[in-house]
Nanobody
Framework: QVQLLESGGGLVQAGGSLRLSCEAS????????MGWFRQAPGKEREFVAA????????FVADSVKGRFTVSRDYAKNTVYLEMNSLKPEDTAVYYC???????????????WGQGTQVTVSS
């Protein structure tokens, strides 16, 4: 089974930027749609962004629209989440996940990474 490994999290000041990476252990380009989710302390995990297998279609949640961008590099089996103009409310553990469906629903994502912490200070 494909394994996912996130990286790139850290501590950043409000207004700053981070780029998260999610590297897959095997080819995912023609099989999986890839999503990013986040979970803040005491809150449910929520959808952030997704990119289709074709990479020609992406979708981001309204809460991050205009600030976050999702993309994928097929040659590297890697999906990225570029985060700009970060706010303290973006603080969370960020997870990447793979699904055989084009969906924003967590229950349809079958493969998950271990998560990477993003902390935005005010």
């Amino acid at each position: 089974q494909v394994q996912l490994l996130e990286s790139g999290g850290g501590l950043v000041q409000a207004g700053g930027s981070l780029r998260l990476s999610c590297e897959a252990s095997a080819r995912t380009s023609d099989t999986y749609n890839m999503g990013w989710f986040r979970q803040a302390p005491g809150k449910e995990r929520e959808f952030v962004a997704a990119v289709w297998t074709s990479a020609e279609a992406t979708f981001v949640a309204d809460s991050v629209k205009g600030r976050f961008t999702v993309s994928r590099d097929y040659a590297k089996n890697t999906v990225y989440l570029e985060m700009n103009s970060l706010k303290p409310e973006d603080t969370a553990v960020y997870y990447c996940a793979a699904s055989g469906r084009w969906t924003m629903q967590i229950r349809h994502y079958d493969i998950w990474g271990q998560g990477t912490q993003v902390t935005v200070s005010s």
